[in-house]
């Protein structure tokens, strides 16, 4: 049941958008919710504050941000003569407004770390079922926006495509917070360019230099930010002291932690599990057991692992907590076995540590970024005769080939000595 008296408003002052509102009605009691709040505690860019201080905003702020994104987009689609209801409406915000709230502590830095084969995607599903069921029913049309099953698919397009509001809100967020100019794009003008065609989101031609920028700005935030060698280095270290911290917890040793990261450490955690609803601890089940977990927990853990006896996890967490980096070197080709072996080598005689040590010490792993994927949903451009072409193929200045070109590198971590 709502529980909004329908006279309910909130305006928020946001850095980069100005002043926004929250929509009234059920968005409002979503953003109210303990579900969503955690939001606040989760940073957007993991790690990136070790390198770009300022990139301490966190996943609260980008869903408000896109879902003010989307009701400029509802304005502008209206304005040209396409029906969206007041429900379709309200649908739309709360998709766009619970769509990264299954991420789990520091955002994509630990994924794949603290649960087992789900996605943030999948498990923002489940919890997008758990609240429509507390909302006796009311984010029926959001589930199927987001699970691209509502009739009108450009409604699923507005909040995942290759021109959504997710992708324009963290784009000219990430970039201020950042201190970068790379990711600045023409959010409102592309915004207003926006038209539907056959049930799916073009832009109007006169918008095709704003789309070559945000393209272009896609790239470079990847390469500038995103993936830059010394964030891959801290979040491979994380990733690894929650690896050590797994390895010991299944050895039978005792592990400070709080109540909801101990469930996970102690327990293989994945889909099947997510969607049981029985208590697994706490009087509480593992959805809520997630909800209840955020970047605090690991930093917390860490600063009190970095004085256990485990050397390797007491080193790794002494690394994170003081900002003592691992080197990274990245490269086009993968290295070699005995490159790698004589890194280990030179590592393990350094710290006197096993072999088995030094799968936590020495990493090896691959990136890769492309800016455009013609096989996904396309940027369509609309001419004034009604005609349509890909991005790829209306732009004069970008090589179709080079944007859907996958770009692969390879890089190996170890520690500074």
Known sequence: MSLNTGSKKKIVNDPVHGFIHIPSGISYDLVEHSFFQRLRRIKQLGLSYLVFPGTFHNRFQHALGATHLMSLAIETIRSKGHVITQEEEEG?????????????PFSHALEY????GITHEQISELFMKRLNHQFRGELDVAVKIFRNEYPK???????????????????????????????????????????????????????????????????????QVYLHKTVIAAEEMLVHILKRAKYLAEKGDELF?????????????????????????????????????DDDDIMVSIKVWADHSDKVLSYLCKCIRDRQLFKIEIQKTTFTKEYIDQVKKRVGRYFGCSDHALEFMVISNSIS???????????????????QCDIGEASDMLDASVLSKTVKKYYLCYPKI
């Open 369 to 387: 970024n492309n800016a455009y994927s013609s096989d996904d949903d396309q940027i369509n451009i609309l001419y004034k005769d009604d005609t």
């Open 113 to 116: 770390s603290i649960v087992d």
């Open 257 to 293: 932690a709080t109540p909801s990261l101990t469930y996970f450490l102690y327990n293989k955690v994945g889909k099947m599990e997510f969607e049981n609803p029985n208590v697994v601890c706490n009087g509480r089940n593992a959805l809520e057991m997630f909800a209840d977990l």
């Open 92 to 104: 739309v915000y709360a998709a766009i407004l619970l769509h990264d709230i299954g991420h789990g």
């Open 153 to 223: 698919r450009f409604l699923n397009q507005l909040v995942s495509s290759q021109l959504d509001m997710d992708r324009l809100d963290y784009l000219r967020r990430d970039s201020f917070f950042a201190g970068v100019t790379e990711g600045v794009v023409g959010s409102a003008r592309i915004i207003k360019m926006l038209d539907v065609r056959n049930d799916q989101l073009v832009v109007e031609a006169k918008g095709i230099y704003s789309i070559e920028k945000f393209l272009i700005a896609r790239r470079l935030m990847y390469w």
